[in-house]
Nanobody
Framework: VQLQAYGGGLVQAGGSLRLSCAAS????????MGWFRQVPGKDREFVSA????????YYADSVKGRFTISADNAKDTVDLQMNSLKPEDTAIYYC?????????????????WGQGTLVTVSS
């Protein structure tokens, strides 16, 4: 399984970005996919997740109402629409996939990871 994340960049506070993650390989056994972010010196932080079959969504409190996750099972892609961006959203964003149920909030629950894409929000 390979995950390829793209769409990061530099944006002013209040602006929007759309991240995408394309999965390839044995995606038929995915249980769900998620987005995490990380800044230097800090732990990887949960952002959002979506179940692969039903499309249930999960969000960190810090992004609720601003970010929207969506999935296209036919194309094996997951997008993260980020609106009203804040400087504190600056981080490297990683997409991840899990093949078992359980928690969506812990990075340890995910089995595959993409390479990350940098999002920088200027004030």
């Amino acid at each position: 399984v390979q995950l390829q994340a793209y769409g990061g960049g530099l944006v002013q506070a209040g602006g929007s970005l759309r991240l995408s993650c394309a999965a390839s390989g044995r995606t038929f056994n995915f249980y769900g996919m998620g987005w995490f972010r990380q800044v230097p010196g800090k732990d990887r932080e949960f952002v959002s997740a979506i179940t692969w079959s039903v499309g249930s969504t999960y969000y960190a409190d810090s992004v609720k109402g601003r970010f929207t996750i969506s999935a296209d099972n036919a194309k094996d892609t997951v997008d993260l629409q980020m609106n009203s961006l804040k400087p504190e959203d600056t981080a490297i964003y990683y997409c991840a996939a899990k093949i078992y149920g359980g928690s969506y909030y812990s990075s340890r629950a995910y089995d595959y990871w993409g390479q990350g894409t940098l999002v920088t929000v200027s004030s």
